[in-house]
């Protein structure tokens, strides 16, 4: 057993063998090949475990053990076509066929939050009782998140630089070297002042992007989990294409405007996803 699976990790491998294995051992039952399941059918059945497995996994690492059981897996129909390349009429027509052969043992229509799917438990084998939260959750994709890293900080207040006068700067009699005191003074004022419009600027920004995904989340998202990195990645995405990474000018009731206009077009995808969530 490795390390993962002592934490309660699912292994992909061993169920991707035994996915191999259910669909050789039912295409061996059938003397119809239209009865078989292709090579395409077997493709979307292994995209179908990869993902799962990964939700999965993805959950455990968050904290949640399934003692009660797997829950099915959460998707779309147009997010397994994007990601198989093909049509969403070929998904629906390989997961009747995976329903036929047993590998799909039962789907549930979640309107907008899409399908649930849940697979034949022979594909998972025994599964490990006593699961334990990941205690660390490894910060992936730095570089690409560098965009948002300069607007997420960790700083309570605002940091304001400090006047120093040193006398080995300054020369000159008492009194030039009060002018150039006060002259440093006011410079600093003008860097404090700008330093806090700055620090102002970029969390007023920040909260716009938070607030945009945490009411598409509710909205569209409510049941699927998201570690720290992805957070911080779905975060960078939304900064760059979402708000153009705040490079339009504009005031702050201008960007408040636009974010209204923002929660609208949720909504329309909302009710967009709920008379169809095949789509």
Not at 253 to 271: F, G, T
Request: hydrophobic letters at 30%; a positive charge; glycine letters at 4%.
């Amino acid at each position: 057993m490795t390390d993962k699976e002592a934490l309660g990790y699912i292994n992909f491998s061993k169920v991707f063998q035994k996915t191999k294995t259910f669909i050789d051992t039912h295409n061996e039952k059938h003397c119809d090949l239209k009865a078989k399941l292709n090579a395409s059918h077997r493709a979307t059945a292994e995209l179908i475990i990869r993902m799962y497995v990964k939700q999965l996994n993805q959950a455990i690492s968050l904290g949640d053990s399934f003692k009660k059981g797997l829950p099915g897996f959460r998707t779309y129909n147009s997010s397994l076509a994007s990601c198989k390349g093909c049509t969403v009429k070929t998904i629906l027509n390989h997961k009747r066929r995976l329903k036929q052969a047993g590998f799909i043992s039962y789907e549930q229509n979640r309107g907008k939050s899409g399908i649930e799917l849940w697979v034949n438990m022979d594909v998972f084998g025994q599964r490990v009782k006593n699961l334990h939260p990941l205690v660390h959750v490894q910060q992936e994709q730095v570089n690409n998140n560098r965009g948002v890293d300069k607007l997420i900080t960790s700083k309570k207040g605002v940091h304001l630089s400090v006047h120093k006068t040193d006398n080995n700067c300054v020369t000159g009699t008492e009194q030039e070297q009060d002018m150039n005191t006060e002259e440093s003074r006011i410079f600093d004022s003008k860097k404090q002042i700008k330093d806090l419009k700055k620090e102002s600027d970029s969390a007023f920004s920040l909260q716009l992007i938070r607030n945009f995904w945490r009411y598409a989340r509710v909205i569209l998202y409510t049941h699927k989990l998201y570690s720290e990195p992805e957070e911080a990645e779905i975060l960078n995405h939304i900064w760059s294409s979402v708000y153009l990474k705040f490079k339009i000018e504009g005031n702050k009731e201008d960007w408040k405007e636009y974010q209204d206009i923002l929660y609208k077009r949720i909504d329309m995808v909302s009710r967009w996803l709920e008379r169809d969530s095949n789509r």
